[in-house]
C-alpha cells in the first residue's frame, strides 16, 4: 500500500477568502445531485449550451476531431454528433458531482455493470486485470459505480489546487481501493502483479514521446503511446477493454473479451490493432466520447503540418 497516493489532509486554511468561490460552487454542485434524476440530467443539458457559448475553441476542436475521425460523415451528421456531444459533455459536471457525492444506495440505483464475466475469468487465471478505458465524459461517475461491483486501482493526477485536490481525492476514493501518482509505473505494475485490477486510458495524445504513429479513424498517422505495451510486457495481467456507457435509467461500465495477442505482437502491429478496438468502441456511442481534447495534436516528422489550423 506505500505506492498509494497519500491522501491530502483537510486544513483549516480552507476557510480563507481565497476559497471561498470553490466552496460556493461544491456547495451549488452539492445541492443539484439532490434533485431527481431526470432534472440533474435537463440541467446537464443547459450547461452544454452555454458549454458552447463560452468555450467556443474547445467545441471547435470537437467538430475538427469528429470530422477527422470518421470522414464518411456529411456536414450534417457531423454537426449532429457534435451537438449531442456538447449536451454529454455539460452533463459531465453534474455527472462528477454525483461521482464524488451521491449515498451509495443511490450510485447503485443508476447503474450496472456488463461483461464483468471477462474480469473474473481473467482473474481466475492468476493474473492482474490491465483495464484499457476510454475517455468518455462519464468516466467520473462510471468509475464510482465500477467499485461496487469490483474495486479497482488506478493513476492519479494532483490538483494544483490543494481544496479542489482533496475534493477530488475523497470523492474518487469513495469505493475504490486506492490509486497511485500518475508517474509511478512501478506501482502499476506491482498492482498488476498482485491480480488487481488497474485500470488505464492509452487513448489520448501524450505528446511524441514514447509514441508511435498508427491509425485512429481517419487520421493514419495518430500519436498513441507505447507505455500501453510496457505494462502488458512486464506482467501476466490480462488485457482487455473497459468503457462507461449511458443507459435510458442511468450509467453502465462495460468489460470486452481479453485481447491475448497483444503481447505477442510487435508494438506498431499491437497498437494498430488496438486502436482499431478503441475506434469500435466509440462508434457505440460516439456522443460519450471526449471528443475535445486534441487527439490529433502531434504530428509525425513527415507531416508536421496541424490539423487543427
Request: aromatic fraction near 12%; proline fraction near 7%.
Amino acid at each position: 500500500m506505500s505506492a498509494a497516493v497519500k491522501p491530502p489532509q483537510f486544513k483549516m486554511s480552507f476557510f480563507l477568502p481565497k476559497y471561498w468561490p470553490i466552496w460556493l460552487g461544491a456547495t451549488i454542485l452539492y445541492l443539484i445531485t439532490w434533485l431527481p434524476f431526470p432534472l440533474i440530467r435537463v440541467l446537464g443539458r443547459s450547461v452544454g449550451f452555454l458549454l458552447r457559448k463560452l468555450a467556443k475553441k474547445r467545441v471547435m476542436v470537437a467538430h475538427r476531431n469528429i470530422a477527422l475521425w470518421d470522414p464518411s460523415l456529411s456536414p450534417q451528421q457531423v454537426d449532429s454528433l457534435l451537438d449531442e456531444n456538447i449536451r454529454r459533455t455539460g452533463m459531465a459536471l453534474f455527472e462528477t458531482a454525483m461521482g464524488w457525492w451521491w449515498p451509495d444506495w443511490r450510485v447503485k440505483r443508476h447503474f450496472e455493470v456488463e461483461g464483468y464475466e471477462n474480469v473474473k475469468n481473467a482473474l481466475a487465471s492468476n493474473g492482474g486485470v490491465f483495464g484499457l478505458a476510454l475517455h468518455n465524459v462519464n468516466l467520473e461517475f462510471a468509475c464510482r459505480g465500477l467499485g461496487y461491483t469490483h474495486p479497482s486501482i488506478a493513476f492519479y493526477r494532483k490538483h494544483d489546487n490543494p481544496l479542489i485536490d482533496y475534493l477530488q481525492y475523497h470523492g474518487r476514493n469513495r469505493s475504490n481501493k486506492y490509486m497511485i501518482h500518475k508517474r509511478n509505473s512501478k506501482a502499476l505494475i506491482r498492482a498488476l502483479d498482485d491480480n488487481e485490477m488497474c485500470l488505464y486510458l492509452p487513448d489520448q495524445d501524450y505528446g511524441p514521446r514514447q509514441s508511435i504513429f498508427v491509425p485512429f479513424g481517419g487520421v493514419k498517422e495518430t500519436a498513441t503511446t507505447t507505455a500501453t505495451m510496457m505494462f502488458i510486457r512486464k506482467t501476466q495481467c490480462v488485457p482487455l477493454m473497459v468503457t462507461s456507457q449511458y443507459t435510458n435509467s442511468g450509467y453502465k461500465v462495460k468489460f470486452y473479451p481479453p485481447m491475448h495477442k497483444l503481447r505477442e505482437m510487435e508494438d506498431k502491429d499491437a497498437l494498430t490493432f488496438l486502436n482499431t478496438e478503441i475506434d469500435t468502441i466509440v462508434r457505440e456511442q460516439p456522443e460519450s466520447y471526449l471528443w475535445m481534447h486534441k487527439r490529433f495534436k502531434t504530428r509525425p516528422p513527415s507531416s508536421p503540418e496541424s490539423l487543427y489550423k
